[in-house]
């Protein structure tokens, strides 16, 4: 399996597994049965379009709906909606914080999805084209490393931030502005890297 497949299983089965310790009741499980279906589809449509090279311009955008679940589930589970609708709470208060965190998980996931699709859209036309396959995968999984490495860099900066907001009290802003920034950094790096590398 190419090393973005692998990473991208393994952040996103990590975060199921924190989805499942955190929710409290049926809301939660619902929304991590459906975060793992919906990843479990778009790993599938990655691999299928890998193997046989098919709709190479015509990528899906199911990976992008990963992050509607968690988000739900902090909605239904803080704030004012969650005062009102308390037996619609899906992640338990305690797990609140570790949860918020672990959001960082899909989105990397989706980034490795990328990276891989991307790749593929690549590698693929090359060796049509009559290019060395050995040499063209070699370089493909290199540019792949480079892509999963600034991730990787970038979530890890980008989560100390949002930890660090949220342990200071002086600035502490609360968890859903400490997400949008976050967000704004992961993307801003991330958009970045790819301009000056295209």
Same mark, same amino acid.
């Given at each position: 399996?190419?090393i ?14 924190? %989805? ?6 049926n809301?939660?499980?619902?929304l991590?049965?459906?975060?793992i279906?919906?990843?479990i ?5 990655s ?11 015509? %990528? /899906? ?10 988000i739900?589930?902090?909605?239904? /589970? ?6 009102? &609708? ?5 992640i338990?208060?305690?797990? $609140?914080?570790?949860?918020?965190l672990s ?9 490795c999805?990328?990276a891989?699709?991307? #790749? &593929?859209r690549?590698k ?5 084209a009559g290019y060395?396959?050995p040499?063209? $995968? &070699? $370089?493909?999984n290199?540019?792949t ?5 600034i991730g990787a860099?970038?979530?890890l900066i980008?989560?100390g ?6 342990i &200071?009290p002086?600035i ?8 949008i ?6 993307? #801003? ?10």
């Amino acid at each position: 399996m190419r090393i973005a497949l692998a990473s991208s299983l393994f952040a996103s089965l990590l975060f199921f597994f924190i %989805f499942l310790l955190s929710a409290v009741s049926n809301l939660g499980y619902i929304l991590a049965s459906l975060f793992i279906v919906l990843f479990i589809l778009s790993l599938y449509l990655s691999i299928k379009i890998d193997k046989d090279g098919s709709n190479l311009q015509r %990528f /899906s955008r199911i990976k992008f709906f990963l992050f509607l679940f968690p988000i739900l589930a902090l909605i239904f /589970s803080s704030g004012y909606l969650a005062r009102y &609708t308390s037996s619609f709470i899906a992640i338990s208060p305690s797990s $609140e914080g570790l949860f918020s965190l672990s959001i960082i998980l899909p989105e990397f996931s989706v980034l490795c999805l990328i990276a891989e699709e991307t #790749a &593929t859209r690549i590698k693929i036309p090359m060796i049509r084209a009559g290019y060395d396959s050995p040499e063209v $995968e &070699t $370089e493909i999984n290199r540019f792949t490393k480079h892509i999963i490495s600034i991730g990787a860099v970038s979530l890890l900066i980008s989560a100390g931030f949002i930890f660090l907001l949220i342990i &200071t009290p002086e600035i502490d802003i609360g968890i859903f502005p400490a997400i949008i920034i976050f967000l704004i950094v992961y993307m #801003a790096v991330i958009f970045n890297f790819l301009r000056k590398n295209a």
